[in-house]
């Protein structure tokens, strides 16, 4: 079995494989005041849930882009379970030609995302990521890593719109019943979805016009599917993408 973690500012996301199959995935929410006893005793749980124990493991991988929960999550891997991650960084093997002018600055996930893409499906593509941040990423035909857009998520916007603007109230993201919005709450969720949608929508016409017609869109994130029921410029949703790409790195570097 391979453990992967994948380190974000809102979620721990965490996958357990068997081979090329995510037979266990989880999605928690990322602590900054948890101490490495704490994760490690959390991953133990998950793991003890799944019917695994630390003994079964074949490796660990990992990628962050919380610095200061990295090596946090490495302590709790390294004496919970007994043993030291892969790390997402400078010098692993990733599959992927990075042409962002600073290639450190690119977030572990985004190559991450970029490697599955390459891998499962092939470029040239535009992966839609719907996290913390809504992040749209350029992969050439031949593997390469161009770079792409940064916007608030979603869910970023949402909470801003409740913390800046006193008679908004705070909301979950679903569909209104129409685009036109008949009171606050319907109004203020279809200015997010439609609003984001209209964006990608957008987003995704004027990276086809860089990358070419034949470019794959896939989306990714925990509001990855949400998004894609209300527009066709997204053809693939795939949730656990940088999952994906954790095991993919991982086995390119066991060669």
């Known amino acids: 079995m391979l453990l992967t973690i994948d380190i974000g500012n809102t979620?721990?996301?965490?996958?357990?494989y068997k081979d090329e199959t995510l037979d266990w995935h989880?999605?928690?929410?990322?602590?900054?005041?948890?101490?490495?006893?704490?994760?490690?005793?959390?991953?133990?749980?998950?793991?003890t849930h799944a019917g695994f124990k630390a003994s079964d493991l074949q490796g660990i991988v990992l990628a962050s882009v919380v610095p200061p929960l990295t090596g946090?999550?490495?302590?709790?891997?390294?004496?919970?379970?007994?043993?030291?991650?892969?790390?997402?960084?400078?010098?692993?093997?990733?599959?992927?030609?990075?042409?962002?002018?600073?290639?450190?600055?690119?977030?572990?996930?985004?190559?991450?995302?970029?490697?599955?893409?390459?891998?499962?499906?092939?470029?040239?593509?535009?992966v839609v990521d719907f996290g913390t941040a809504t992040t749209f990423n350029a992969i050439t035909k031949e593997g390469?890593?161009?770079?792409?857009?940064?916007?608030?998520?979603?869910n970023l916007a949402a909470e801003a719109l409740?913390?800046?603007?006193?008679?908004?109230?705070?909301?979950d993201l679903q569909r209104p019943p129409s685009v036109i919005g008949k009171n606050t709450l319907?109004?203020?969720?279809?200015?997010?979805?439609?609003?984001?949608?209209?964006?990608?929508?957008?987003?995704?016409?004027?990276?086809r016009a860089e990358l070419g017609s034949e470019m794959k869109v896939v989306a990714t994130g925990g509001l990855a599917e949400i998004v894609a029921k209300e527009t066709s410029m997204i053809q693939i949703i795939a949730p656990w993408l940088t999952l994906d790409g954790l095991r993919i790195i991982w086995e390119l570097n066991q060669k």
Not at 11 to 16: K, P, S, V
Not at 108 to 115: L, Y
Not at 144 to 154: E, H, M, R, S
């Open 144 to 154: 390469d890593y161009l770079g792409g857009a940064i916007t608030a998520g979603i």
């Open 162 to 171: 409740y913390t800046h603007a006193a008679k908004l109230p705070r909301i």
């Open 186 to 207: 319907h109004a203020m969720q279809s200015g997010l979805l439609f609003g984001y949608v209209s964006m990608v929508e957008g987003m995704v016409t004027r990276f």
């Open 26 to 47: 989880w999605r928690l929410a990322t602590d900054h005041n948890r101490m490495p006893d704490e994760y490690g005793l959390q991953l133990l749980g998950l793991l």
């Open 72 to 126: 946090r999550v490495i302590q709790a891997c390294s004496e919970y379970l007994k043993q030291e991650p892969l790390v997402v960084d400078a010098g692993v093997k990733t599959g992927i030609r990075i042409r962002y002018e600073d290639p450190k600055s690119v977030g572990a996930d985004r190559v991450c995302d970029a490697a599955a893409v390459m891998k499962l499906h092939g470029g040239p593509a535009c």
């Open 11 to 16: 979620n721990l996301t965490i996958g357990l």
